[in-house]
C-alpha cells in the first residue's frame, strides 16, 4: 500500500507543482482525444440517427455489426491506421504518421462506432414518441434526423462522454501511430507505459491518478450541463 | 381575432370510398364511403373503438389503407397534401425546446422562418408570454394550445383534430373550442374527433357518426342531435351505447 | 456530413506546430529507456537547430518502420539485421556507433548459483539444468535476438521449456524486468536498462563481463533514393555529429549514479 500512497503524494506534487511536462502531456491528452469525440460526433451521431429511423433489408445484420465494432481492440484499429498512413502505405504521402492527427484519427475510427450504436438507441426511444407527430409534419429524413439529434442532445451528451472516456483510456492504438515521441505524441497513457516499462512504478501510478482526476473532471463538467438543462425542463 | 401575419387558406373537401382497414382477420374499419364538404365543421362520433382515430390517422396519411380510396379537393391522398393539413393529437407530442422554438421548427422545416407569424399563433392560443418557457413545463391546457399554434402556423386547408381535449381543463377546452370555431369561421375545412356530446353540439355542422367500424349516420348537425336516423347514434345520445 | 469532418480535421492539422527542421529516427526501448537521448538530443539540436524524435520500439519493429520509409535514421543493436537492411538496398550505410554490455540479473536467493560467474553459457546452463525460472523478452528484439544466440551456443533449446522454467513475455525489457520480478525469474538486460531502471526490489546483477556479452548499436541513414520522404541531409548531419568527438563525448558524457552507460566506439 506503500506504493500508492507514495503514487498519490507524487501525483499532488506534480499537480500542484504545475508540473510543464505534465501539463504539455495532459493538454494533447485532452486535445487529441476530444478532437476525436468531436469528429466521432460529426460522423456517428448522423449514422446512429440514419439506423434509428431507417428500415432496410439487412439493418438487423447491419445492427449487429455496429455493435460488435464497439468492441474494436484499439492495438488492431491502431495497426490498420499505421499500414495506411506509414510511407509505405496508400495514405503515406499525407505525412501524417507520428502526429497527433494520426492519434486523432486512430481514436475516431475507435470511438464513432460507439457514438453511433449508442445514439442509434438513444434516437430510436425518441423516435417512438415522435414519429405519428414527425409523419404528420412530414418532414422529410434530413429534418427528422436533425430535430431527433437535437432533442436528444442532452442524452447525447453521455453517448460522447462514453466515447471520450475510452478515447482517452486506450493507449495501444496511439502508442503505434503516435509513437509516444516526447513533447510530440505523448499522452498520458503512452507516458503511463513508458514510466511503467523504466519501472518507476509509483510515478506511473501518479500519472494514471492524474488521468482518472482528469476523466473525473470532464464527466463532472457534463453532468453539470445536464443538470442545469434538466432544472429548465429541456431534457 | 385581427391576427394579420395569420392567413387562412380556403378549404379542401375529403371524400373516401370503399374505405378498409383491418389488423389480421378484424375489421376495424368496412368499407366507408362518404364526402366532406371544404368547409364547416365535421365532427366524428362514436364509441370506444369505432375506429374514429384510426379513420383521421388514414385520412391524414398517417396508415395505409387496406383498401379504398382517399382524395382531398379531388386529388388522391399523397405526403404534398398532407402537408396541406395540420393533425392535433389528443397527447401533443411537443419538442423538447422553448414554446416559441416549437412553432418555428415547423416553420422552418416548411422552408422559411417567420417570427411575426410566430409570434401571432402564439397570441392567437394565448401564449405570448411563456414564448421562452421551455414547452415541456407547460400546463397539459397550455401544451395542447401550443400544439395548436403549431398546427394552425402552418395556414393548412384542413385541421385534423383527434380528441384535443379529452384531458383537459374547461378553461383550456373553451379556449380550444373557441379557435377551433374561429378558424372554421375564416374557411378552413375542420375535421374534429370527440365523444364528448356538449362539445359535438357547439361545434359541429354536420356529424359523421361511427360504429363498430361502420359508417352508421352523416347528417347535418340539427338532424342528427334532434332526430338521429341509426339506431346506433340514437343509442349512443341516449347514454346507452358505450362501446 | 462529410464536409464538416474535413473541415474538422484541416483546422486540426493546421494548429500543429510548424515544423522547424525535424528528424526522426527509429531506435531501440533500451536507449531511450535508459535517458541517454534525454542527455544527448539537447546538445545535439542546440548545435544544429535541428530537432530529433525518436520512436522507441523493439529493435525488430524498428526495422520494419524504417522498411516502410516511416523514420529518417535507424538506431539499433542487432547487426546481422542492420547489415540486411543496407545490403537490401534500404539503408544508406552503417557505421558502429557505441556498445554497452549485457547482463544477467535475477533474485539475490539466486537458486541456481550463478552468482559471481563471468562464463555466461555456464550460467546458462545452470539455470536450465536447475529449472530456475528465466524470462525472456520473446519479441524478435536486438536483446532477444542476442539472448537466443547465446543460448545455441549452450546446445540447449529453452523453448522446449516454453511455458514452463523458460518464460517469453513478447514485451520490452521494461515490462520484462516487471514480469521477471514479479516471478523471481532469471533476466538478461543490457546494462543500461538495468541501471535505470528503478523497479529493481531484492533483484542484483548476478553474472557479467562475458566478452560475449558485448552490445554493439549501429546507426544507418534509411536510403533517401528508395525513401523520397527521407530528410537526407539532416538525418546525415545528426549521424555525423553522432560519429564525431563531439557526439561521442556526449555519449561517453552520461551517466546514471557515478557510472557510464554507453562507451562510444566509432571508427574503431
Given at each position: ?16 507543482t504545475?508540473?510543464?511536462?505534465l ?17 466521432a ?7 446512429g ?8 433489408p ?7 455489426f ?27 504521402f ?22 453511433a450504436?449508442l445514439?442509434?438507441?438513444v ?12 409523419r ?13 439529434i ?26 503505434i ?5 516526447d ?11 513508458l514510466?511503467t ?20 473532471g ?14 429548465q425542463?429541456?431534457? | 381575432?385581427t ?25 376495424l ?60 393529437f ?51 391546457g ?24 379529452a384531458?383537459?381543463?374547461?378553461a ?16 378552413t ?32 348537425a ?9 339506431e ?12 | ?35 541517454l ?12 537547430g ?74 546458462l ?20 535476438k542476442?539472448?537466443r ?81 527521407v530528410?537526407?541531409?539532416a ?11 563531439a ?22
Amino acid at each position: 500500500m506503500s506504493d500508492l500512497s507514495e503514487a498519490v503524494s507524487l501525483a499532488l506534487t506534480l499537480v500542484l507543482t504545475f508540473d510543464s511536462d505534465l501539463i504539455e502531456i495532459v493538454a494533447l491528452s485532452l486535445r487529441v482525444s476530444l478532437s476525436a469525440v468531436l469528429l466521432a460526433c460529426l460522423i456517428g451521431l448522423p449514422l446512429g440517427a440514419f439506423l434509428a429511423i431507417t428500415r432496410f433489408p439487412g439493418r438487423g445484420v447491419a445492427l449487429t455489426f455496429l455493435n460488435a465494432l464497439m468492441g474494436l481492440p484499439p492495438v488492431v484499429v491502431g495497426l490498420i491506421v499505421y499500414l495506411h498512413l506509414s510511407r509505405a502505405g496508400p495514405l503515406g504521402f499525407l505525412g501524417l504518421l507520428y502526429t497527433p492527427a494520426a492519434m486523432i484519427i486512430a481514436q475516431t475510427i475507435l470511438i464513432t462506432p460507439i457514438v453511433a450504436a449508442l445514439s442509434r438507441q438513444v434516437l430510436e426511444d425518441l423516435h417512438l414518441e415522435y414519429a405519428d407527430q414527425f409523419r404528420s409534419f412530414a418532414l422529410t429524413r434530413a429534418q427528422t434526423m436533425r430535430a431527433l439529434i437535437w432533442d436528444a442532445r442532452y442524452s447525447l451528451l453521455t453517448v460522447a462522454l462514453a466515447g471520450f472516456g475510452r478515447a482517452v483510456a486506450e493507449v495501444g492504438a496511439v502508442m503505434i501511430v503516435g509513437g509516444n515521441i516526447d513533447h510530440l505524441t505523448r499522452v498520458m497513457t503512452t507516458a503511463i507505459a513508458l514510466e511503467t516499462s523504466r519501472g518507476e512504478l509509483a510515478l506511473a501510478m501518479a500519472l494514471g491518478v492524474v488521468l482518472m482526476v482528469l476523466a473525473l473532471g470532464v464527466n463532472a463538467a457534463v453532468h453539470g450541463v445536464r443538470a442545469t438543462a434538466a432544472r429548465q425542463a429541456h431534457a | 381575432m385581427t391576427d394579420s401575419a395569420l392567413t387562412h387558406a380556403p378549404g379542401m373537401s375529403l371524400r373516401v370510398r370503399d374505405l378498409s382497414h383491418r389488423a389480421g382477420a378484424r375489421r376495424l374499419l368496412d368499407a366507408i364511403s362518404l364526402s366532406l364538404k371544404p368547409a364547416g365543421v365535421t365532427v366524428i362520433m362514436g364509441p370506444n373503438g369505432a375506429g374514429k382515430s384510426l379513420f383521421l390517422r388514414l385520412v391524414h396519411g398517417l396508415a395505409t389503407p387496406t383498401a379504398g380510396q382517399i382524395s382531398w379537393g379531388g386529388a388522391l391522398l399523397s405526403p404534398a397534401l398532407t402537408r396541406r393539413q395540420s393533425l392535433v393529437f389528443q397527447n401533443p407530442v411537443l419538442l423538447r425546446r422553448s414554446v416559441a422554438a416549437n412553432v418555428d421548427f415547423i416553420l422552418r422545416a416548411r422552408g422559411r422562418s417567420d417570427p411575426a407569424k410566430r409570434d401571432a399563433a402564439l397570441a392567437r392560443v394565448g401564449l405570448s408570454d411563456e414564448a421562452h418557457h421551455p414547452a415541456r413545463r407547460l400546463s397539459g391546457g397550455q401544451q395542447q394550445r401550443l400544439a395548436l399554434a403549431r398546427a394552425l402556423v402552418t395556414e393548412p386547408e384542413a385541421l385534423l383534430l383527434d380528441e384535443p381535449t379529452a384531458s383537459l381543463d374547461p378553461a383550456s377546452v373553451l379556449m380550444i373550442e373557441r379557435i377551433v370555431a374561429d378558424t372554421a369561421a375564416q374557411g378552413t375545412k375542420i375535421v374534429f374527433v370527440t365523444h364528448d356530446i356538449g362539445q359535438a353540439r357547439r361545434l359541429a355542422d354536420d356529424v359523421v357518426f361511427l360504429h363498430a367500424g361502420q359508417l352508421a349516420e352523416y347528417s347535418p348537425a340539427a338532424r342528427f342531435f334532434d332526430a338521429p336516423r341509426s339506431e346506433a347514434a340514437q343509442a349512443y345520445l341516449q347514454g346507452r351505447l358505450l362501446i | 456530413m462529410l464536409r464538416p469532418v474535413l473541415t474538422t480535421l484541416t483546422a486540426l492539422a493546421l494548429a500543429m506546430p510548424a515544423a522547424a527542421e525535424r528528424i526522426l529516427v527509429q531506435s531501440t526501448t533500451s536507449t531511450a529507456n535508459s535517458g541517454l537521448y534525454d542527455h544527448i538530443l539537447p546538445i545535439f539540436t542546440d548545435e544544429t537547430g535541428i530537432t530529433v524524435n525518436v520512436v522507441a520500439v523493439g529493435t525488430g519493429q524498428a526495422i520494419k518502420n524504417a522498411r516502410n520509409c516511416d523514420g529518417d535514421v535507424l538506431l539499433v543493436h542487432a547487426k546481422p539485421a542492420e547489415e540486411k537492411f543496407v545490403a537490401d538496398g534500404r539503408g544508406v550505410a552503417r557505421a558502429d556507433l557505441m556498445y554497452n554490455d549485457f547482463i544477467i540479473v535475477g533474485p539475490g536467493a539466486d537458486p541456481a548459483g550463478v552468482k559471481g560467474m563471468e562464463d555466461v553459457q555456464g550460467a546458462l546452463t545452470k539455470i536450465a539444468e536447475t529449472k530456475a525460472l528465466f524470462a525472456s523478452r520473446g519479441d524478435e528484439s536486438g536483446t532477444h535476438k542476442k539472448e537466443r544466440a547465446l543460448w545455441a551456443e549452450t546446445g540447449i533449446d529453452p523453448t522446449g521449456a516454453s511455458g514452463g522454467w523458460y518464460r517469453e513475455t513478447g514485451s520490452g525489457m521494461g515490462a520484462t524486468l516487471n514480469a521477471a520480478q514479479g516471478m523471481a525469474a532469471y533476466a538478461m538486460t543490457d546494462r543500461a536498462t538495468w541501471l535505470s531502471f528503478a523497479n529493481k526490489g531484492d533483484f542484483e546483477i548476478l553474472v557479467q563481463g562475458d566478452a560475449d556479452m558485448f552490445n554493439q548499436y549501429g546507426i544507418i541513414l534509411v536510403n533517401p533514393e528508395v525513401c523520397a520522404n527521407v530528410k537526407a541531409e539532416a538525418g546525415q548531419s545528426f549521424i555525423d555529429w553522432l560519429l564525431s568527438d563531439a557526439g561521442q563525448g556526449a555519449i561517453a558524457g552520461y551517466t546514471l549514479g557515478g557510472e557510464q552507460l554507453f562507451f562510444p566506439n566509432a571508427g574503431d
